[in-house]
């Protein structure tokens, strides 16, 4: 029996972050507050060195904030340790990366299965999984295939299996499109919105306005502060034979 | 491709160092084999009996300059005897000496050997041509000598020595027989192809002019009667000379049994130092995968941050680094020891051929510790860079360039 769940997925409390280095420090983030409901299609965006990738790492659970609270499912998470912290990781959060990070020397297979083999609580059922999240990017034909067989917007395709094949609940692209080509990136925002018509939720980090309107709510940021919070008002849709500019 | 290059080298270390720990401890095993099979081949089951006290480990007091004249004749007949030295089979007494011999216009300086009928048994060697002494000519002055293999070569050359008369110190002397080549036995102060053998009081006599003996040598039945057959002999000896406190003691008791253990013991020795030393150049190949391992964690950071990022756990990642560091060193383990035995068979085969009593022998001792030593190894050195690899933050670990 699911109890509804009437707190958004992910809230913040004037997060911060700041970082020293040899004495030197660097204010990345300054008390961002903001909530994020499940389902949503939300961009953060601003220029090089806005804070944008720091808000996402923070928010990904990949770095801890040196100020402010995060509850991600309503719990604060600087009551977690790194286990936990990984767990979490493993199986309510997918991540794809503008570089792709797929694994060098190993199959297609392998690199999506990945997150399965550090399941806390595996269920022996990876083959099926791995295969369903193929399916659903149109690449389980290439599943022996190695990385760097394919091409850029495959390899994206890739990660994106790799960041569904966990079943997570929310999906972090960190500048996905950036090393794609205009059509193969058109094909990734088409798949980010499909996620999200089924109720994928998805958090997009980008610099390029004409990628940002692809999602529903956008987020500007501007030297580590929220300048503005904002749904989008003609959002763009990716159809195929657009050409992303 | 640069990745397959770094393992290679990583290991390459340990390779090495495992292969030169087998091949030491292969080439010491067989060497000491070599070493005794030279040595017992002239008779592990004789005692030597010497005049003047020497510590058993130590050089006989001859060969110190010492003279002791107390060991005769009469010594050698009472060891002889079974009622004295039960396991006694037989016995024969020397003295050593060198002279001057001559055939026609032939002259060779040459050592010689007075001895007893009894040589031939106790010193298990054969004849050639004719005979070796009587038990009479032994004590009856008689002038008769036998030529040791290469002194009849070099004082006849080609003809038949037997019934010529040669002069040693300008006496005449028959030749009677000739003994069979026997070759170098590498232990024992003479090489009898290079010796004449004269009877025992002829040389006492009438060359060396004394009464008392060089050296007696006893056969035993068994090698395992050596020790009784000692004890008997010094019994005898002493009381035949009226000692009463072994610390008087005017002889030395040997046998080639104990100096075969003494050698075993010093090689032991020599082996296990060298193992040592193979053990510190592990030691070194392990220091090399530590910062190869380390060079790897930095490579691989990305991937690392990636593993973390899709919910690899601390543990998870210092876990994967450590078992490939021992991995990589096992196999560089069990390169090493093939390439080590190979090696030593290598070895083996070109001593055979050249006619060394070379055995091929692994010491398995070296292969435990050799596997042991890597894989410790593998664990030692890799635990700092899986340390360091548990350690990096994901967020730091993804943003590397």
Redesign the interface.
Known sequence: MNEEENFPLIKTQNLSKTYDNEGVKTRALRSASFSIEKGEFVTIMGPSGSGKSTLM?IL?L??RSSAGKYFFENQDVSTFD??VL??I???KIG?V?Q?F?L?P?TSIYENVE??LL???NPDNNNSKKVMAALHWVGMEYRKDYFSNQLSGGEKQKVAIA?ALV?SPNIIFADEPTGNLDSVSGLQIMKILQKLNNEGHTIILVTHETFTAEHAKRILQMKDGQIVSDEPIKNRRIAHDGELLK | MAAKLRSSLTILGVIIGVAAVVIIMAIGKSAQALILDQISGIGSNLIAILPGASDEKGPPAAALGISVTTLKYSDLQALRNKKYVPESSNAAGYVLGTAAATYNSTSINTSFEGTTASYMDVENTQIAKGRFFTKGEETDLSRVTVLGFNEAKDLFQNTSPLNKIIKIKNQNFTVIGILAKRGSTGFGITNQDDTIFVPLKTAQKLILGIDHLGFIRLKVKDASLIPQAEANIKATLRERHHITDPANDDFSVRDIASALETITQVTDVLRYFLLTIGAISLLVGGVGIMSIMLLAVKQRIREIGLRKAVGARNSDMQAQFLIESIFVSFLGGIIGIIIGVAVSFLIAVVAQSLQYTWPFLISWQSIVVASLVSITIGAIFGVYPAHIAAKISPMEALRYE
Do not use: M
Request: glycine letters at 8%; charged letters at 35%.
């Open positions: 790492h990904g990949l770095d790194d286990d990984a767990g990781r493993n199986e991540f990366f570089a990070n694994l020397r990945l997150p550090y399941d806390q790799r966990n």
